[in-house]
């Protein structure tokens, strides 16, 4: 009798329905062996096109690297994918090891001579090639890739630039590490007496909360921003909410996580690299390829929105000191949220405990996929029958209206152990069809505070935004249409990646959404009257982790003092004291931990894009208008990196951006 042996969850492709992951068969221990299976078989497909005798080709060269490492590519996203959605002490035991196998491959290819002499005859020979527009774009990224990964180094600096580049890898992961171990472990734990003001749904959730980590009949707070930022809002205990706000705004900067010196360790290393590759900072190294091509061009931006975000900050807290002073206090850092809340119900009769009533996870979530039906037609089926990587995780089919399948989206929206802060959405696999279609699946992460058993999970205006911000990426994935799996969906520069999802939160807030789910008219016209209160100090905020963050990788410095250096530039700007940036340095994983190093101004530079193009509905008369949101599917969606983006948004808009529409959508023009 033979035997049949059962299919490998990471290494053979999957059988379940979309080739969707097999989480209910993936065990933690199974992943380095099959990282070692799958790189020393993406090792051997790169020596193939490296020492293929024939002369370079884009079929033989380009093509075939596109092809290369599939295997490895899918594990490497399950992966991802569980670190941080998932993660537990044997997955954070492997981390560091496998991030350093990756980048030792990633290095090694860059700096394969043989390889590299194939791609520059390629790109020299590029405009008699016959390319089409997407080919040469691929040649393009391919050659300036090889070269900013050191492909021009002699023997010496490629030995440098690969150590610098283990040592990163292994300083980002201990960042996230670090985030996440603090986040874990730091808890609030309140009774009964101490929750004046706050909204009947936000103490069961913190009830639920303590009562699975065994504090029942307590109410238990963490450092989830949902959580942090609710506290901060609506609690009368002024001390709770000083607590809060130093654990929140703290948060590794010292004590058992400190991040301080991993932040310096980090800039000096980045500097190095690129002072390696002939740039005169990490910025310039970093935004070679975006759309602002400059960091004078980033920062010019934002200075221009810093002037008017700054005047319009200090008028509002004229007005919460106000406040402040009928109840014989200085405003605080840990006061602004709170007495904001009191003007928006004040004046404008916005009662955030309220909204959060209507504003459910469950409606929400299908408001979000509702928008998607009358802008693009698409269609969103629970499968019940595909496991998640979590009992809160959802799976589901999406296709055309007529039922054509375009791909799977996974949520997992709900806050708990072991799960990275903050929200992202990323990709289990890439569209393409470099040798026949094949179908995205993407998914979404949060981290909104569960409700208990029978309850539903209620969201902030905020929340709700940050729900379609991701389904915006989400869609870009899924409407991806490109032939080569590098170019697809949100695979474009980081300024222009933000553009789809940031142009998405208009949705949420447009009263034809909010009527669709139960939001009473007085409500949806308090939440339009209110939106534009409070934009200076969020504008201020979000700008003041933005310049610190490009001021800090445009500094030349070998040997920075992280602490010192945003201590000279937020003065510099006259960062007011009692706002602090959106994101602390010791925290600040979009930087130390993603991929949004010197980048992060690129939230502002998308949102230019999508005031100006959401700005065109309102020239149309509709938001659902379906001549515009048929051109920003095929224009800006669909193409993904497959043309320079400007050319994307030329295309849908008719002309370059315009950032009019952005300075008087938050109220500044």
């Known amino acids: 009798m033979i035997e049949l042996l059962e299919a490998d969850p990471l290494l053979d492709e999957s059988a379940l329905p979309f080739g969707a992951p097999d989480f209910a068969r993936i065990d933690t221990a199974d992943f380095l062996p099959a990282f070692r299976t799958a790189l020393a078989e993406a090792k051997a497909e790169i020596a193939a096109i490296a020492n293929d005798p024939a002369p370079a080709t884009f079929d033989n060269s380009i093509a075939q690297l596109e092809r290369s490492g599939a295997r490895l590519a899918r594990i490497r996203r399950i992966f991802w994918t569980l670190s941080s959605a998932r993660s537990d002490a044997a997955m954070r035991a492997i981390e560091t090891d496998i991030s350093a196998m990756l980048t030792a491959h990633g290095t090694a290819i860059s700096h394969d001579a043989k390889l590299f002499a194939r791609i520059r005859s390629l790109w020299e020979a590029r405009e008699s090639a016959g390319l089409d527009e997407a080919q040469m774009r691929l040649v393009d990224d391919r050659y300036r890739g090889f070269v900013d990964g050191g492909a021009l180094l002699d023997a010496a600096g490629k030995a440098r630039f690969a150590e610098l580049s283990q040592q990163l890898s292994a300083l980002g992961t201990q960042f996230g590490q670090n985030v996440l171990a603090a986040a874990d472990e730091w808890e609030l734990l309140l009774d009964a007496d101490d929750l004046d003001g706050l909204p009947q749904p936000m103490c069961e959730s913190a009830a639920s909360s303590a009562t699975e980590r ?61 002072a390696m590759l002939g740039y005169p900072s990490y910025a310039d190294y970093a935004l070679v390829d975006s759309m602002a091509k400059t960091p004078e061009a980033a920062s010019g931006l934002l200075m221009r929105v810093w002037t008017p975000a700054l005047r319009q900050a200090q008028a509002e807290q004229e007005e919460l000191q106000r406040l402040a002073d009928a109840d014989g206090i200085t405003l605080a850092p840990w006061d602004w ?333």
């Open 337 to 669: 949220r709170f007495y904001a809340e009191q003007v928006r119900r004040d004046r404008y009769a916005l009662d955030g405990g309220e909204v959060k009533k209507h504003l459910t996870l469950d409606r929400v979530r299908e408001a979000a996929f509702g928008t998607a039906s009358r802008l693009y037609g698409l269609r969103f089926q629970p499968r019940t029958d595909l496991p998640g990587w979590h009992e809160d995780v959802t799976a589901w089919a999406v296709s055309e209206t007529d039922g054509t399948p375009l791909g799977l989206l996974y949520t997992d929206y709900l806050a708990r152990a072991g799960k990275h802060g903050g929200a992202w959405m990323g990709s289990l696999r890439v569209q393409e069809k470099i040798d026949g279609p094949v179908l995205p699946i993407a998914y979404l992460v949060a981290n909104f505070a569960k409700a208990p058993p029978g309850a539903d999970t209620g969201l902030s205006i905020d929340e709700a935004r940050t729900l379609f911000h991701e389904f915006g990426h989400a869609l870009h994935a899924l409407l991806s249409d490109v032939t080569y799996p590098s170019q697809a969906g949100t695979a474009v520069p980081r300024d222009f990646v933000e553009f789809p999802s940031k142009f998405m939160e208009h949705w949420i807030v447009a009263p034809e959404t909010l009527a669709g789910f139960g939001v009473p008219p007085a409500l949806i016209a308090a939440i339009g009257q209110a939106d534009d209160f409070g934009e200076g100090f969020a504008t201020v905020e979000f700008l003041a982790s933005a310049i610190l963050d490009l001021e800090l990788h445009r500094s030349a410095d070998a040997a920075p003092d992280s602490r010192a250096l945003e201590a000279e530039i937020l003065a510099r700007i006259a960062m007011p004291a009692i706002i602090v940036p959106r994101h602390g340095l010791a925290h600040f994983t979009h930087v130390f931990d993603g991929g949004y190093a010197a980048a992060y101004y690129s939230y502002l530079w998308s949102e230019v894009l999508d005031a100006d193009a959401f700005a065109a509905f309102g020239e149309a008369g509709s938001i659902f208008d379906p001549a515009l949101a048929a051109r920003f599917r095929k224009e800006v969606l669909a193409p993904g990196n497959s043309r320079d983006p400007a050319d994307s948004f030329i295309a849908f808009r008719g002309r370059d951006p315009d950032e009019a529409a952005l300075l008087q959508l938050r109220g500044f023009g």
């Open 214 to 274: 065994g504090h029942d009949g307590r109410y238990l707070f963490t450092l989830d921003r949902g959580d942090a930022e609710g506290l901060l809002t609506f609690s009368r205990g002024r001390d709770l909410r000083e607590t809060m706000w130093r654990a929140f705004t703290g948060r590794c900067d010292g004590g058992p996580h400190d991040n301080r010196a991993l932040v310096d360790a980090i800039l000096a290393l980045r500097q190095e690299r690129a």
